[in-house]
């Protein structure tokens, strides 16, 4: 191939449109610096710092030895279905059947294979912002329109009903929302779910994609609420779940879906032509994490909970930083817009992203832009690790601002 040629250009264009993951993308620059020698405190990625619980390792091992070596049914295993049919009554009161679920590699390929279910070209999905990084770029890739509804941060974040409603046009198809909310912490209450519900409930072929991932890093006293529990409209909610945080196994890549039996296998059908069945012993680990004891995720809970409160009594702290109280999940999302058009002589912050490459390269502290969350003025920082490393790494970033004029 000549050496001239534009490579880029022979990309398909649903490639070259697509924007690269920030979290990824800043995670990739930290480990980078920290293998020139840097002291780099990465708080960029979305990952729990704990280890597996044992007895989940424990029937991974087993599974091995039992044989389970060959390719899983593309919807899961029957007993892991019934596992998360079981937990999504005992948990969040859906009444769902093993037919309802879908088992896939991680909550972010559940979540892209019901957008590309649903969603034609031209189609429009309501996203409530501050959102995951990804979810935007699933409805471009499924050629749907992203709607980018935003959270006030006097609001901790959430999205009205009234913003909700005002929204929806005739070709509105979905509406998708997290909570707790990667990346502000931030959680929908029953009442606030209740009211969505109302609106969903308005619109006829309207459908509700509902990720709960963090479902059990909640700090309400109230505790978790799925809108899929809500009658009216259950049969219009996709509930998406997975092993990946609740129980600090991100790495064996496990999610799943709860939804109306025409859209499961509609989604089994898709997975059937693009991943079949997922990994085969991490779906017989699944068993055990679901329908096991629930003490080690509740332990962890109370660490990131002990951690959100450090982190955002530090914060507080920071000259400029203006910072929410996260009601979940394990990040810090604090506004740092009063930074913008200020310099430290060499580099002029005029924007989230420059801020969080300014702080990994003066500072050796990995963060990632809010911007790729929809909320260009604000910074997310990853609460998932040590009390001496978080504090470590505000004190970085409070020595780090103070140069800039």
């Known amino acids: ?136 770029e699933m409805v471009k890739l499924a050629e749907g329109k992203a709607v980018v509804l935003d959270g006030a941060f006097e609001n901790n974040f959430k999205v009205t009903p009234e913003q909700f409603e005002a929204a929806i046009t005739d070709r509105t198809r979905i509406v998708m929302y997290a909570s707790p909310n990667n990346p502000t912490g931030s959680i929908y209450s029953e009442a606030d779910l209740r009211a969505i519900a109302d609106v969903v409930a308005r619109h006829d072929n309207l459908f509700v994609l509902a990720d709960e991932i963090y479902e059990y890093i909640n700090f309400t006293p109230e505790g978790h609420f799925s809108i899929g529990s809500i009658p009216a409209i259950a049969d219009r909610v996709i509930t998406v779940n997975g092993v990946a945080k609740g129980y600090a196994m991100t790495g064996w890549r496990i999610g799943y879906i709860g939804a109306a039996k025409w859209i499961a296998e509609g989604v089994e059908k898709l997975q059937g032509q693009v991943t079949s069945g997922t990994n085969s012993i991490a779906q017989k680990a699944a068993v055990a994490a679901i329908s096991g004891p629930l003490d080690a995720s509740k332990e962890m809970t109370q660490a990131y909970q002990r951690r959100r409160d450090l982190v955002v009594q530090l914060l507080r702290e920071v000259p400029g930083f203006r910072t929410n109280v996260p009601e979940g999940a394990f990040y810090a999302f604090p506004d740092i817009s009063h930074y913008y058009g200020k310099t430290d002589g060499t580099t002029r912050i005029e924007n989230s992203d420059d801020f969080a490459e300014w702080l990994l390269n003066t500072a050796y502290v990995s963060t990632v832009a809010g911007s790729g969350f929809g909320a260009p003025n604000c910074l997310r920082i990853s609460t998932a690790a040590s009390d001496e490393a978080l504090a470590e790494a505000v004190q970085r970033i409070k020595d780090a601002v103070a140069t800039l004029q």
């Open 1 to 136: 191939m000549s050496a001239t040629l534009d490579t880029v250009s022979l990309l398909a264009d649903r490639i070259n449109a697509l924007e690269e993951s920030s979290t990824l993308a800043m995670t990739k620059k930290a480990r980078e610096l920290a293998a020139l020698g840097h002291k780099v405190i990465s708080l960029s990625v979305g990952e729990p710092d704990f280890k597996t619980p044992a007895h989940i390792c424990e029937a991974a091992k087993k599974a091995i030895d039992d044989g389970f070596h060959g390719y899983s049914p593309v919807a899961g295993y029957p007993d892991l279905r019934k596992a998360i049919a079981d937990k999504f009554k005992r948990d969040n009161n859906i009444d769902w059947k093993p037919e309802n679920i879908v088992v896939s590699t991680g909550a972010k390929h559940s979540l892209a294979n019901v957008i590309q279910t649903l969603i034609n070209p031209g189609d429009e999905v309501i996203i409530f912002a501050p959102y995951w990084v990804s979810y935007s």
